[in-house]
């Protein structure tokens, strides 16, 4: 069964073996099989992962005027890295996924976090040219475009990001209120064309700031975006975390209204913790075979990706 996966941190692992080798001289990871990366090569072939969405990620407590270098070696590694390899194929359109033959593996360009651009429109151009399908604004702490869930502050959008807003909406850009605080979600769903959340589980089951509530799943609804369910483990339960946990977070969305908007956003190469039998992209079968024998063969395939071709593609 086909997987759509909306969220991973491959890149920034790369970019890390990537400077380290200025050091040591030689490269420790190589995409196609390292262990380190859950979402490798040849265990996104296991995992019958059909599109992967790759992230650039910023980590908040660099200098600014190391940032946007940061981002381009990032997507230097997805040019370099990950599209290398056999059968990858850019996705510049998400309509492309319809093209993508039988042994191919469709691979999309993300932004976590604002910071890589700072107040720099140009630069933001720059990235979705290079190939940025989906943009999250903030990660968990604030930046110039909107506040993360991290910050205490509870404002919107400042009016540069209102700026980038309607940038994405003019180049088809998603917009991923993923890490938004609930005012910068409001800004976001009255602003946006396209929206979705690329790796998060409902609140009212487990209270974790990282995961929406009720009224912000039924506006993605309303919205005709998506809920992408996180496989990490802090956002799914208390303690050790099995395939079936991730039920309650999907009867919820459903019984919001949702069953034609839940995806998946693994969130594989940026958590430390797995659950049990989903702890790389290459176990993938084993939540598609839970989720056919829970709700049947028709849903599993709509969770895994026939929700995101539907409305996206």
């Known amino acids: 069964m086909h997987i759509i996966d909306t969220h991973c941190d491959a890149l920034l692992k790369l970019q890390g073996d990537y400077r380290n080798a200025y050091r040591f001289q030689n490269r420790i990871l190589d995409y196609k099989n390292s262990s380190e990366l859950n979402t490798n090569a040849e265990r996104?072939?296991?995992?019958?992962?059909?599109v992967q969405f790759f992230a650039i990620f910023i980590p908040p407590n660099l200098p600014d005027n190391e940032k946007w270098q940061h981002a381009l070696?990032?997507?230097?590694?997805?040019?370099?890295?990950?599209?290398?390899?056999?059968?990858?194929?850019?996705?510049?359109n998400f309509k492309e996924i319809h093209d993508l033959k039988t042994d191919e593996i469709g691979a999309v360009l993300t932004l976590e976090g604002s910071d890589a651009f700072g107040n720099d429109l140009m630069k933001l151009?720059?990235?979705?040219?290079?190939?940025v399908l989906s943009l999250g604004l903030v990660w968990n702490n604030a930046n110039l475009v909107a506040d993360g869930v991290?910050?205490?502050?509870?404002?919107?959008?400042?009016?540069?990001?209102?700026?980038v807003i309607e940038c994405c909406n003019?180049?088809?850009?998603?917009?991923?209120?993923?890490?938004?605080n609930t005012q910068g979600f409001k800004d976001i769903v009255s602003k946006a064309d396209r929206v979705l959340a690329s790796h998060s589980n409902a609140r009212e089951i487990f209270d974790h700031p990282r995961n929406l509530y009720d009224w912000q799943i039924k506006q993605i609804i309303e919205k005709g975006g998506m809920i992408n369910i996180v496989f990490n483990?802090?956002?799914?339960?208390?303690?050790?975390?099995?395939?079936?946990?991730?039920?309650?977070?999907?009867?919820?969305?459903?019984?919001?209204?949702?069953?034609?908007?839940?995806?998946?956003?693994?969130?594989?190469?940026?958590?430390?913790?797995?659950?049990?039998?989903?702890?790389?992209a290459?176990?993938?079968?084993?939540?598609?075979?839970?989720?056919?024998?829970?709700?049947?063969?028709?849903?599993a395939e709509k969770i895994t990706h026939k929700n995101f071709i539907d409305i996206y593609c």
């Open 282 to 299: 290459s176990r993938f079968g084993n939540l598609t075979n839970a989720l056919t024998e829970k709700y049947g063969c028709d849903f």
């Open 170 to 180: 003019d180049h088809d850009v998603l917009v991923d209120v993923s890490h938004l």
């Open 150 to 163: 991290g910050e205490n502050r509870m404002t919107g959008l400042s009016n540069f990001g209102f700026e």
């Open 73 to 92: 070696e990032q997507v230097d590694c997805f040019y370099n890295e990950v599209l290398a390899q056999n059968n990858f194929i850019h996705i510049k």
């Open 125 to 131: 151009r720059t990235l979705i040219r290079l190939g």
């Open 44 to 50: 996104l072939r296991e995992g019958d992962v059909k």
């Open 233 to 280: 483990p802090p956002f799914v339960k208390e303690g050790d975390t099995s395939l079936e946990d991730l039920y309650p977070h999907i009867d919820r969305i459903i019984d919001l209204g949702g069953s034609g908007n839940i995806g998946l956003g693994s969130d594989f190469d940026g958590i430390a913790s797995y659950i049990e039998g989903l702890e790389d």
